[in-house]
């Protein structure tokens, strides 16, 4: 059993220094691959999967045989990632030439050079969950002590991840919401105008705007818009 290059609590330290608000969430990803590859005994390969209702991807890995085992099981439709994704919990293969529950997979996994397995689910949040999938060379490669670390880097990065995700959802409804905002606001400098030209009141405003942009079919910000630069232009 190859022997870790980092010590997992030093793993841990790293990934805890790691600051939301400086790093994506695929980097945080990257990070929680190789970390782990560094710090689980006999690791040789590190993917990270993330499964939507029965949609897997492999969104980070530290070789080319991680993902192509991921992928396989998403073609497949069955596999440790995917079951150890969807129970949150982790699935051992200690020995490919053995399995007996995904013996194609096992096989694929063994003309890859692959001789044993570790999937450690990640519950991120009720609609994304995920697997830490841990690859290792000859056949139980990963004893008692090895899936204890596994199992123990897997829950903190379990937590990384969950907050990584919700901080880039924030992130995106705040730029959502922000954009929202604008649209609202050149919409009433639009309806201020119209109610200047026609001494009509907002909602009488807001009807000529909507009937303009079903009209144009046109987004309805896009129109009020227009008219907005329209007044600014002629008012110079």
Same mark, same amino acid.
């Given at each position: 059993?190859?022997?870790? $290059? %980092? +010590?997992?609590?030093d793993? &841990?330290?790293?990934?805890? =220094?790691? #600051?939301?608000?400086?790093?994506?969430?695929?980097d945080m990803?990257?990070q929680v691959? #190789?970390?782990?590859?560094?710090?689980?005994?006999?690791a040789? *390969? !590190?993917?990270?999967? &993330?499964? #939507?209702?029965r949609?897997? #991807? %492999?969104?980070v890995?530290? +070789?080319?045989?991680? =993902?192509d &085992?991921?992928?396989?099981?998403?073609?497949?439709?069955h596999?440790p990632?995917?079951?150890?994704s969807?129970?949150?919990?982790?699935?051992? !293969?200690?020995?490919?030439?053995?399995?007996?529950r995904w013996?194609?997979?096992?096989?694929?996994?063994r %003309?890859?050079?692959v001789?044993?397995?570790?999937?450690?689910?990640l519950?991120? @949040?009720?609609? !994304?969950?995920?697997?830490?999938?841990?690859?290792?060379?000859?056949?139980h490669?990963?004893? =008692?002590?090895?899936?204890a670390?596994?199992e123990?880097?897997?829950r903190?990065?379990?937590v990384? &991840?969950?907050?990584?995700?919700?901080? +880039?959802s924030?992130? %995106?409804?705040?730029?959502h919401? @922000?954009?929202?905002?604008?649209?609202?606001?050149?919409?009433? *400098?639009?309806?201020?105008?119209?109610?200047?030209?026609?001494?009509?009141t907002?909602?009488?405003?807001?009807?000529?705007?909507?009937?303009? $942009?079903? +009209?144009?079919?046109?987004?309805l910000r896009?129109?009020?818009?227009?008219?907005?630069?329209?007044?600014?232009?002629?008012? =110079?």
């Open positions: 059993m190859s022997q870790p $290059s %980092t +010590d997992p609590v793993a &841990l330290a790293e990934l805890g =220094r790691i #600051r939301l608000d400086q790093t994506s969430l695929d990803l990257g691959a #190789r970390l782990a590859n560094r710090s689980i005994p006999g040789e *390969q !590190v993917s990270v999967t &993330l499964l #939507r209702g949609v897997g #991807r %492999t969104l890995f530290t +070789d080319e045989v991680a =993902r &085992l991921d992928e396989w099981q998403y073609e497949h439709g596999g990632c995917l079951d150890a969807a129970a949150g919990s982790p699935i051992s !293969v200690p020995d490919m030439g053995a399995e007996q013996p194609d997979w096992a096989a694929h996994a %003309t890859a050079g001789g044993s397995s570790l999937s450690i689910g519950p991120i @949040q009720s609609a !994304v969950v995920g697997a830490l999938n841990v690859y290792g060379g000859p056949a490669a990963f004893d =008692r002590d090895a899936i670390t596994a123990g880097f897997a903190y990065a379990a990384a &991840l969950a907050n990584a995700h919700l901080y +880039d924030a992130t %995106t409804l705040a730029e919401m @922000q954009e929202a905002m604008r649209n609202r606001a050149v919409i009433e *400098q639009a309806k201020g105008i119209i109610m200047g030209e026609r001494h009509c907002p909602e009488e405003a807001f009807g000529l705007l909507s009937k303009l $942009s079903q +009209d144009t079919n046109r987004k896009d129109v009020a818009a227009a008219l907005v630069a329209n007044a600014v232009e002629t008012g =110079r």
